[in-house]
């Protein structure tokens, strides 16, 4: 496993992280699902420990995964063990009593979340908290930038920072580049989604902050492992995120990725990992581990071989050209 410095908040970090949304399990806001249906806590708890084993140091969590079943599982395994590991997690979402999903970015459950997370993850401090998809204008009222700033000179979290909008990450991160807030950016970045690497990396790496990616997968589409008939479980997020048209199209993208993972001897799992990685602004890629073996197979894709810079152009042509186009129906399906 390689390692990576967490941009300016001093942490060094395994360039494979753990996204731990998958350990949550199944969850819903009112019909609507929000989990993963295939879950059972005995293998996330594996997922885990292997996880350590295989050299990952960096797990990024939320208190709204499982509504607090991922920090539980993750604070259950690893107590004792978090001063040789890296604990992000993310607050902001809440549940209504109508089950719809608000968003409080107030100080008042700014801290008592905080809090809150703590316990489940038995931890004095957390490592990077996070600001999950606030909007511009709750940054710009500027009521959850004074609260992370007062956790942060509590010791209650060392560093914090904001997960972007997965379509939309320019706004609220040129924003938080303008005005020098935080210490960390998360964002999606993938073979499909290129978004962030015009918007955003090159004036945050320039700032020092650091950058973590998520669904570098597209939740497991660029794997190509889904058949175009694959179907999810009703209870799974993906059965409104990966439709079968979505799997359709997206697969017959995917072929195009196919000599490239062919030349190099791996897997597109690792293909789709590798190509993060070769952007140096990133400091950690956070795929969802949800097993033992994939805790395996995605640490695999640290070190070499290393994407070619001629492969690497080639896919951010691809993106150009064909790709970028499929964002749309994307974004269209969640």
């Not at 990576?4 to 970090?13: A, I, P």
């Not at 969850?27 to 990952?56: F, Y």
């Not at 293909?271 to 969802?288: E, M, N, Q, R, Y």
């Not at 951010?316 to 790709?323: D, M, Q, S, V």
Request: with cysteine; net charge neutral.
């Amino acid at each position: 496993m390689n390692y990576r410095m967490l941009g300016r908040t001093g942490l060094r970090v395994s360039e494979i992280g753990f996204g731990a949304w998958g350990i949550g399990g199944p969850a819903k806001a009112g019909n609507t699902p929000i989990g993963w249906a295939d879950w059972d806590s005995a293998t996330s708890k594996r997922a885990i420990e292997r996880s350590v084993e295989v050299g990952i140091t960096f797990f990024d969590t939320a208190d709204f995964y499982g509504f607090g079943k991922s920090e539980e599982l993750l604070g259950e395994v690893l107590d004792g063990r978090w001063q040789n590991l890296v604990v992000a997690s993310k607050v902001g979402h809440v549940l209504a009593p109508d089950g719809s999903i608000q968003l409080n970015y107030t100080r008042a459950h700014i801290f008592d979340a905080c809090e809150a997370s703590l316990r489940r993850l038995r931890k004095d401090s957390i490592d990077v908290y996070q600001l999950h998809s606030a909007k511009l204008e709750h940054l710009e009222q500027g009521e959850c930038i004074e609260a992370m700033e007062k956790l942060k000179s509590q010791g209650k979290i060392r560093s914090w920072g904001i997960s972007l909008n997965t379509f939309t990450p320019k706004r609220e991160g040129s924003w938080m580049l303008e005005h020098k807030a935080g210490d960390t950016l998360q964002l999606v970045l993938n073979i499909f989604n290129q978004k962030a690497l015009e918007q955003i990396l090159p004036r945050a790496q320039e700032l020092g902050y650091g950058i973590i990616a998520r669904m570098p997968l597209q939740f497991g589409l660029l794997t190509g492992k889904f058949s175009d008939n694959a179907r999810f479980d009703p209870a799974d997020h993906r059965s409104m995120r990966l439709p079968p048209e979505i799997l359709a199209r997206g697969n017959s993208l995917v072929g195009q990725m196919t000599p490239f993972a062919e030349k190099m001897n791996i897997s597109l799992g690792a293909l789709a990992l590798k190509f993060v990685l070769a952007h140096d602004a990133v400091s950690t890629v956070i795929p969802g581990i949800k097993s033992a073996d994939q805790a395996e197979q995605n640490a695999a894709a640290s070190g070499a071989p290393a994407l070619s810079t001629e492969d690497l152009a080639s896919l951010h042509a691809l993106y150009h050209t064909e790709f970028r186009h499929f964002l749309d129906h994307l974004q269209q399906a969640g």
